[in-house]
């Protein structure tokens, strides 16, 4: 399954709505968020239907509760959690550099939710902890284990 949080283009919502996708258009979820649907089991209701084209995708998890980066060691560090962006926001420094991620999205009972990008944007020019800081692009779609694993991803 295809899950993602949306907002239509009118009247655009800040935190928009969740989401499954089904080819050319999302079906609105019966659920606050998707942090909402996976701790509540992955079920949801379904509302309206709207065509791809008409919405603007949001981050999939708005405020997680943490944000760990690991390293192929298996080694990892905490990110900035209130540092979220969707695909389409500034990341508020320019000339930042990208670094591509797979993130898992948690959900109840510690299970593997879904899969996501995640960009961590780095800035050399600032100094210390700040050059990490300051965005973490998620999304926008969370593709759940039922669809398969990532490529070059082996959990």
């Known amino acids: ?18 989401g499954r996708i089904d080819g ?8 606050q968020t998707l942090q909402a649907f996976f701790t509540g089991g992955g079920q949801a209701r379904e509302h309206a239907e709207h065509p ?8 999939p ?10 390293d192929e060691a ?3 560090v905490f ?10 926001d500034d990341p508020g420094v320019p000339e930042a550099e990208q670094l591509e991620r797979v993130a898992a999205i948690v959900g109840a009972d ?11 944007w780095v800035a050399p020019q600032l100094r210390g902890a700040k050059q ?5 692009t998620l999304g926008p779609v969370v593709t759940t284990p039922d669809e398969g694993m990532p490529p070059g991803v082996d959990w």
């Open 61 to 70: 998890v708005l405020h997680p509760p943490s944000v760990r980066l690991f």
């Open 110 to 120: 510690g299970a593997i939710g879904g899969f996501t990008p995640l960009v961590e």
């Open 1 to 18: 399954m295809k899950l993602c949080m949306f907002s239509p283009r009118e009247p655009f919502l800040e935190r928009g709505w969740p």
């Open 132 to 136: 990490r800081d300051f965005a973490l």
């Open 52 to 59: 791809l084209a008409d919405v603007v995708f949001r981050a």
């Open 79 to 88: 990110a900035n959690p209130a540092a979220i962006k969707a695909v389409d």
């Open 24 to 31: 050319d258009r999302v079906i609105q979820l019966a659920a």
């Open 74 to 76: 298996g080694d990892f």
